[in-house]
């Protein structure tokens, strides 16, 4: 094959030093990625690598089982009573959040959208509440549980105390009223034009419009109720109603603990996480994405 002719007058096609700047820049981005997402993987690797090995590897320090242990999930599930456990922190996670996403709505509307008397001042005593430690709130909501069971309904043991105290939170409220705010006063004009009162334009414009941080909201109320365990225990005294954090406890002995079955339990307990994690993703992506369009 001939080689190409190079027209007279015209110089050989060159590399702008600007080009292997920005390629080079790409490199170190995905290096400085990919080993920040390693870094992070490490320590579920060895977590999953403990559950699978014997007591006396998981206890000498050992980073790859020997023998595959899978029977480990199996006595992990039963001794430390995980179906029953599972089912109360699921209960409970999804009464949480129901509630969070109903009423740090209302109160976030209320804040952002309407002018009552001293709205200001409930809103910085508000914040102000983001400030305290989670332990100092605990006697208060105690004392109200327990003054509310005069009136002849059982709090303590059951669901109300487990889930009442934290169905409207200040984050939430604060993180739902921002959004609310970046929404368009025209929407709310056009809405009052069509007979829309405040309830109709909170269900047929707001909400649809703000899917990305009721997401967000449902994602750290999972967490936060998935994962409690101090208050569950103060306010209960027996296992109908303890979650799934209790049954770790199970692994404690006087020998020691139980470090393979500990790990085992912890894969048990992170898969539904997981599973609601990446259920969400996908509408969290899109709603990010589909938010930020105008026209």
């Known amino acids: 094959m001939a080689s190409e002719a190079v027209t007279p007058g015209k ?13 080079f820049g790409r490199i170190a981005t995905y290096a400085i990625l990919i080993f920040g997402a390693l870094l992070a ?6 977590t999953v690598s403990v559950s699978l090995m014997n007591l006396t590897e998981a206890t000498g320090g050992s980073l790859i089982p ?20 599972i089912w109360n922190s699921v209960r409970i996670t999804l009464i949480t959040v129901t509630g969070q996403l109903i009423f740090c709505t209302l109160a976030a509307y209320a804040f952002a959208r309407m002018n ?9 005593l508000l914040l102000a509440t983001l400030m305290l430690p989670e332990a100092v709130t605990w006697v208060p909501n105690f004392i109200t549980v327990s003054w509310l069971e005069n009136f002849g309904y059982a709090w303590r043991d059951n669901w109300p105390a487990l889930t009442i105290p934290f169905m409207a939170g200040a984050f939430g409220i604060f993180l739902l009223r921002q959004f609310f705010q970046q929404i368009p006063e025209e929407l709310w004009d056009s809405a009052q034009i069509d007979g829309a009162g405040h309830v109709r334009y909170l269900l047929a414009v707001i909400v649809p419009l703000s899917r990305a941080p009721l997401v967000t909201l449902a994602l750290f ?20 109603w303890r ?3 209790y049954g770790f406890l199970a692994f404690l002995n006087e020998a020691g603990a139980q470090f393979n079955l500990q790990m085992a339990g912890s894969i048990i307990s992170m898969l539904p996480v997981l599973i609601f994690y990446f ?17």
């Open 41 to 46: 993987l490490i320590p579920f690797i060895y």
């Open 221 to 240: 109320t999972f967490l936060g109720a998935w994962n409690s365990l101090a208050w569950p225990i103060l306010v209960t005294t027996d296992e109908s």
């Open 11 to 23: 110089k050989k096609a060159e590399i702008h030093p600007d080009a292997r700047r920005i390629n």
């Open 243 to 245: 979650p799934i954090s």
């Open 66 to 85: 020997s023998k595959l242990h899978f029977e480990n999930y199996a006595e992990a599930w039963k001794q430390a009573k995980f179906a029953t456990y």
């Open 116 to 124: 009552f008397p001293g709205k200001n001042l409930l809103f910085v």
């Open 279 to 295: 259920f969400v993703q996908r509408q969290f992506t899109e709603s990010i994405a589909t938010s930020g369009l105008k026209g």
